[in-house]
């Protein structure tokens, strides 16, 4: 009898303890606008930043019982790009793109990327993510992104995009 409610005890602590566990993950989502300029050239390295934008991770880390200090890991999940104008365009013009994050504190790391873009990509791209540890660059409240391109097309307008990136975001629940 001790036997059975010792290991009826151990297998409550295991599943609660994988249950605890699930409640530490959770998606951060963050959406910011580019703008690649015209007529730049073919092959010929472009870079554009963004402003600094607010993360919003305090607000997400208190959803998720959390807070900054306990943040274990965060890595970018997904990222990808949609034209928002000029309507009826695509992402054609491009060869290959890079992104890049950083902070007023902290220096730029590649995020993502990709290679060979095709001629009927439309205007919605899916970057490679790099797998980067971002723990401390979602602890700050502000962010800056800047892109890298190369065009194997000359645009004749300004290019818009919308930028949908998912961070995955692993960290121990407040007063555990």
Do not use: H, W
């Not at 919605?124 to 540890?133: C, D, P, R, W």
């Amino acid at each position: 009898m001790k036997l059975l409610q010792q290991i009826i005890g151990l297998t409550t602590l295991v599943i609660l303890l994988n249950g605890c566990s699930a409640f530490t993950k959770f998606y951060i989502n963050l959406e910011e606008d580019i703008t690649v300029s015209p007529g730049l050239g073919i092959n010929i390295p472009f870079t554009s930043s963004t402003p600094p934008f607010p993360t919003q991770s305090a607000v997400a880390f208190q959803n998720n019982n959390t807070n900054a200090d306990l943040l274990e890991s965060c890595k970018l999940d997904q990222l990808r790009a949609e034209i928002i104008s000029p309507d009826n365009y695509d992402f054609s013009f491009l060869n290959s793109a890079e992104i890049f994050i950083s902070t007023a504190t902290l220096p730029e790391v590649k995020v993502a990327y990709i290679n060979n873009i095709p001629e009927d990509v439309g205007s919605i791209i899916t970057f490679q993510t790099t797998n980067a540890e971002l723990v401390e660059y979602i602890k700050n409240d502000q962010m800056i992104i800047r892109i890298s391109t190369i065009q194997d097309k000359t645009t004749l307008q300004e290019v818009r995009a919308r930028l949908y990136s998912r961070f995955f975001v692993d960290a121990k629940i407040l007063g555990m």
